[in-house]
């Protein structure tokens, strides 16, 4: 099994597992999609009434970065608006070669790891059970790469799994 495939895997059981552990808490869960740089797939567990932890799954230039962030939710005028604020780590890995569009040619990838902070808007319909957000979520990589990615504007559609 090459390296590539092997780091992927190992994510992918970290996820599963994450899924499992967090699925066991009776609280509001919402999956969907995030578009926009930095877009994947989006998973949020709510902690409490004004707490989330969110899961972020990207695929990016030939590799896959997952971001744990915890969120704080702050209600608005109406109870379907919600800003939130909060920060957590990302990791996983990519090709350095891809990483403003150019081809892989046989590099190997690398690993990433990362602070992230994230700001948003929420809207949570009453009738249905969808929710939508727009958010910037700006970060630092730690390792290989060293940078500072402030272009991650996003817009999410989650479908609400468990609603209280």
Same mark, same amino acid.
């Given at each position: 099994?090459?390296?590539?495939?092997?780091?992927? !895997?190992?994510?992918?059981? #970290?996820?599963? @597992?994450?899924? #499992? =552990? *967090?699925?066991?808490? =009776? %609280?509001?869960? !919402?999956?969907?999609?995030?578009?926009?740089?930095?877009?994947?797939?989006?998973?949020? %567990?709510? #902690?409490? /009434?004004?707490?989330?932890?969110?899961? #972020?799954?990207?695929?990016?230039?030939?590799?896959?970065? &997952?971001?744990?962030?915890?969120?704080?939710?702050?209600? *608005?005028? !109406?109870?379907?608006?919600?800003?939130?604020?909060?920060?957590?780590?990302?990791?996983?890995?990519?090709?350095?070669?891809?990483?403003?569009?150019?081809? @892989?040619?046989?590099?190997?990838?690398?690993?990433?790891?990362?602070?992230?902070?994230?700001?948003?808007?929420?809207? $949570? @319909?009453?009738?249905?059970?969808?929710? @939508?957000?727009?958010?910037?979520?700006?970060?630092? /990589?730690?390792? =290989?790469?060293?940078? &500072?990615?402030?272009? /991650?504007? =996003?817009?999410?559609? $989650?479908?609400?799994?468990? %609603?209280?």
């Amino acid at each position: 099994m090459n390296k590539s495939r092997e780091v992927h !895997s190992k994510l992918l059981a #970290i996820i599963f @597992f994450l899924a #499992i =552990a *967090l699925s066991g808490i =009776a %609280q509001e869960r !919402s999956l969907g999609l995030r578009l926009g740089w930095g877009g994947g797939l989006s998973y949020v %567990q709510s #902690i409490t /009434e004004s707490q989330d932890f969110e899961l #972020i799954l990207t695929p990016r230039w030939g590799g896959i970065i &997952l971001t744990g962030l915890y969120e704080r939710r702050v209600p *608005l005028s !109406s109870g379907s608006w919600n800003w939130y604020y909060g920060g957590g780590l990302h990791g996983g890995y990519h090709h350095r070669n891809n990483f403003i569009g150019e081809g @892989f040619n046989g590099d190997p990838p690398y690993i990433n790891l990362g602070f992230d902070l994230i700001v948003g808007i929420k809207y $949570r @319909f009453d009738s249905l059970p969808i929710e @939508f957000s727009v958010d910037y979520k700006p970060s630092i /990589e730690l390792l =290989a790469n060293r940078n &500072l990615l402030l272009e /991650e504007f =996003a817009i999410s559609f $989650r479908y609400l799994i468990f %609603q209280d």
